[in-house]
């Protein structure tokens, strides 16, 4: 318990300290027109309220990711919470917070366009396929994973036969609408109250697990094995825990995100707490996640057995009914499977966006969002037909691509203004030779080499790609200001 209170308290202690100092480097202006008001659309530019831009966000950006890589990472032992407090605050929270405040400074505009802007662009065409590719996937992801999970739970509870069929195609439904219709009649309307649940959800069952009688929270472990590979299945810590452990502790899908609420923001002095401090809010979800399962089933190697015999979703489901009965345990779970629903559709959403800001698609008329949204729909429909393990694996390794893409992008802007680029860059290198190494090193997505030999290439290939961004960024000053973006 006091190792969990320990690592929460940390991530607090992140955001107030290190999320300053972020804040301060960046260098916000009180008084510049955020996209918000200077391209009002009444469908994506949108003023709405600090609060609620917080909720939408945190929302946005924590899918199925933060509640499933936790769990997988557990198997890994403690080791897994240590990544995700030191991930989150010098990487991820970062990595968010310059994805929002750089959009906010370029007009609104995706992340492609920024990485374009400040790497090239040869970055920016590769964003372009690289982002579209991760957020087809991550809307296929966080459709048949919620899908899976309410027919289990209608099934059980309920007796009905449902199909996951089905669900699948109800929340393809629902993506479509969410997808197309102006952020804040469902997305700005609803997803405050989603946040009620998902805060029930996070406190309620650690709160449960801390008090029960048959399970101690992280009690079966010492302080000593926060740096032991404990993986029953002989999977190397490194580099594997790094992408398996992305939302929670840094994650590329978030650049596609935060975009959407920093067309929404009133002013630039809320970026932290919307954007670094929505990251904060993850990890600590993240963290209550990898703790549940340490402590539900006592062991990695009985977490093994119940990855292995049901997947995550199995483990999210012993857990919020073992600890909170079938009342508690509903209500719980629905928090869960929330979280993939409200990243699944904004997933679309983005994709569309970028889709309209690469073609100049005027986004306010409705037939033109759908002409960009439905081909979107076609491919997440057929590519929910290949296994969901297959999916996840691409999805790790594109989702943590695109997070390097982002910090070196921010690490550029950094550069040309003369600032403390090291709070991007270094993350941006370690996050480097993790995806280098990785393919290089996985036989089933990669090249299958040795680990050394994988690993001595990655890191040769980051100090070769520090030096090149440096060179090319460093005190080269402002580019113009760019273009307002039209098409949305």
Known sequence: MIWFLFC???????????????????GINEQRTTPAYSQEDGVDFVPMSTPKVYLVQLLNIAGVGPI??????????????????????????????????????????????ITGRYLGNGAKHFMNVFAIVLLLLVGVVFVSAPAGMITNLVNDQTGVDMSVTTMVVAIFAYYIIATIVPIDKIIGR?????????????????????????????????????????????????????????????SGFHATQSPLMARCMKNEKNGRFVFYGAMIGEGIIALIW???????????????????????GKVVYDASFGLLGVAGGVMAFMGVIILP???????????????AEYFKVDQKPLLNRLLMALPLFVIGGILTQVDFGIIWRYFG???????????????????????????????????????????????????????????????????LITGLVIYKSKGKGDLPEPELIKAN
């Open 397 to 463: 390794f594109a989702n943590q691509t695109t997070a390097v893409m982002m910090l070196w992008t921010a690490s550029a802007y950094l550069l040309r203004h003369d600032k403390f680029h090291w709070i991007a860059t270094a993350p941006a290198m370690f996050m480097t030779t993790v995806v280098i190494c990785f393919i290089l090193n996985n036989d089933k997505l990669g090249l299958g080499l040795t680990m050394d030999i994988a690993t001595a290439i990655a890191i040769v290939s980051t100090m």
């Open 68 to 113: 499933f890589g936790p769990i997988m990472g557990a198997l890994y032992g403690p080791a897994a919470m240590l990544w995700i407090v030191l991930g989150c605050i010098f990487g991820g929270a970062v990595h968010d917070y310059f994805a929002g405040m750089l959009s906010i400074r370029n007009g609104g505009a995706s992340v492609p366009s």
């Open 8 to 26: 929460v308290g940390l991530l607090l202690a992140g955001y107030f300290i290190y999320g300053a100092l972020v804040e301060k480097i960046f």
């Open 341 to 355: 629903i409200t990243s699944g559709d904004t997933a679309f959403r983005s994709s569309r966006l970028i889709l």
């Open 290 to 312: 990898c703790a549940l399962a340490l402590s539900f089933f006592g062991s990695v190697e009985a977490l093994s057995d119940a990855v292995a015999n049901g997947g995550p």
């Open 190 to 250: 609803f997803y405050p109250l989603f946040g009620a649940l998902l805060v029930f959800m996070s406190v309620g069952l650690i709160t449960a697990v801390a008090f029960s009688s048959k399970h101690s929270l992280l009690g079966n472990y010492e302080m000593s094995q926060m740096f032991t590979n404990m993986n029953p299945n002989d999977m190397p810590l490194w580099p594997a825990l790094f992408i398996t452990i992305a939302c929670g502790a840094i």
